[in-house]
């Protein structure tokens, strides 16, 4: 009998994609698309082909800006269809503030009032638009909220009226009954010099100054935080710490580039590896969404492998991440590295009597010196596991 592909994505993986990008044509800043466009719904069906469970959408990923009324409802509808009929959930729903050039200075940030004003109007119809399709998240990525000259006005002010907008957007999902969860983006630079909230540190920061703190997290991606020189895991995990991993872009980027967005795992093996097996070990339940698109040498086959690319790395590395977690070797090390004698007194809580044991104790710097760290033969281990020799 054939062994069932065990990297055959399936929906209890929550794998999804943006339609942005399936349908990302490979254009950039110095040359045009170089594949032909299509539609959503094609994107929907090809989604379902390569096994993914989810897509996600912009506003005008699916709606074009001039719409009309009556257009947009053809469109929602018929895009319903083929979601229902290809069996593909949307389980978030995002708003462009960058694309068109009425956002070049900004969106919830901008210096004219009214394209402050416009940028929560959009805002709050794309959660109208996410909340019909059902999406429970709402990304906020703010790529025009930034500067190329601090002159323009001051960065304290951009981070108060940036907390005017989402408390304003959270009071609506409120009235709406819309049940959304805000998950904010960071990202260092490009398309800005410098855009405010660079880092998911920036927003984790931030999300307690709001009205409803409880509604708002993050949606850290792999690239953004590689392109600031950060460790990502490090992010996701004090996001996840704090209870505000709400969302995650997966993608990959070789640090000090500019904005790759490469299929995940295919520029840093081993940082993916640390971040699967840490969202595996703490068991998060949320989307697994890849924000990254294909090479521009691709046409459409060629995007059909980078999807497929994306959730097999994805998987693949999950199941490195139970051959560690299972692997005796590193179980030992792992056991010694954090052993001490009886004798050691605790830290925890602050008590009178604990404090004063603590200041009473003697401690034997030597004895603890001699003590093994073996985090050269733990990261070996960890390379044999992910090249396939152990
Ligand atoms: C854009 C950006 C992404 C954001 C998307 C959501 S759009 O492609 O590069 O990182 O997640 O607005
Ligand atoms: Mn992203
Ligand atoms: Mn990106």
Known sequence: MKRQDPYQPQPQHKFSFGLWTLGNRGRDPFGDAVRPPISPGQIVEMLAEVGA?????????LVPIEASAAERDRIVRDFKKACAQNGIVVPMATVSLFFHPVFRDGAFTANDPEVRAYAVQKTMRAMDLGAELGAKIFVLWGGREGTETDGCRRADEAVKRLREAVNYLCDYSIQQKYGYRFALEAKPNEPRADIYMSTTGHYLGFIPTLDHPEMVGVNPEVAHEH??????????????EAGKLFHIDLNDQAPGRYDQDLRFGSANLKSAFWLVKFLEDVGYDGSRHFDAHAYRTEDYEGVKDFARGCMRTYLILKEKAASWNADKEIAAILAELSSAPKTTPAVGKYSKAGAAKLLAHVFDKDAILRKRLPYERLDQLTVDILTGVR
């Open 227 to 240: 392109m600031a020189g950060l460790n990502f895991m490090h992010a996701v995990a004090q996001a996840w």
């Open 53 to 61: 469970w989810g897509v996600n959408l912009h506003d005008n990923d």
